[in-house]
């Protein structure tokens, strides 16, 4: 098992998103805009691990991550801060979930204010 996790600038990102994963030649990358900060970086980067190995193990591929998310992205209501897999469509919903409660136990340990946190997430463009 290889898994590389790197922050990157946001303009990057393959669309609106502050974390991402795939699979590439047996390598999971994760991949978290680095304009949230350290704090906020690690917490998404915890959480595109457990949602993609979540995703993986539960035979749920990263293009149906990818191509529900890329849709949700093109039909978001004006003012709708949601995360596409917070929707009960999600096919990746019961995953992103999980991984979104040990994200939040995580801020919890290291001091990270959620709101904060979240807001963060939310200023990127």
């Not at 996790?5 to 990102?13: A, N």
């Not at 393959?14 to 991402?20: A, E, H, I, K, Q």
């Not at 993986?56 to 003012?79: C, L, N, Q, W």
């Not at 469509?89 to 290291?110: S, V």
Request: net charge negative; hydrophobic share 35%.
């Amino acid at each position: 098992m290889k898994i590389l996790i790197e922050t990157i600038p946001h303009s990057e990102q393959p669309y609106p998103t502050c974390g991402d994963f795939r699979e590439e030649s047996g390598v999971l990358h994760i991949r978290v805009s680095k304009e949230i900060g350290e704090d906020s970086a690690l917490l998404v980067a915890v959480h595109e691990l457990i949602e993609a190995s979540l995703c993986k193990k539960r035979g749920i591929s990263t293009e149906s991550v990818d191509d529900f998310d890329m849709a949700y992205e093109k039909t978001r209501p004006e003012g709708d801060d949601s995360e596409p897999g917070d929707s009960p469509d999600a096919p990746y919903r019961k995953e992103h979930f999980f991984a979104t409660n040990i994200e939040r136990l995580m801020a919890e340990q290291m001091g990270v204010d959620w709101a904060e946190h979240d807001e963060r997430i939310l200023k990127l463009p």
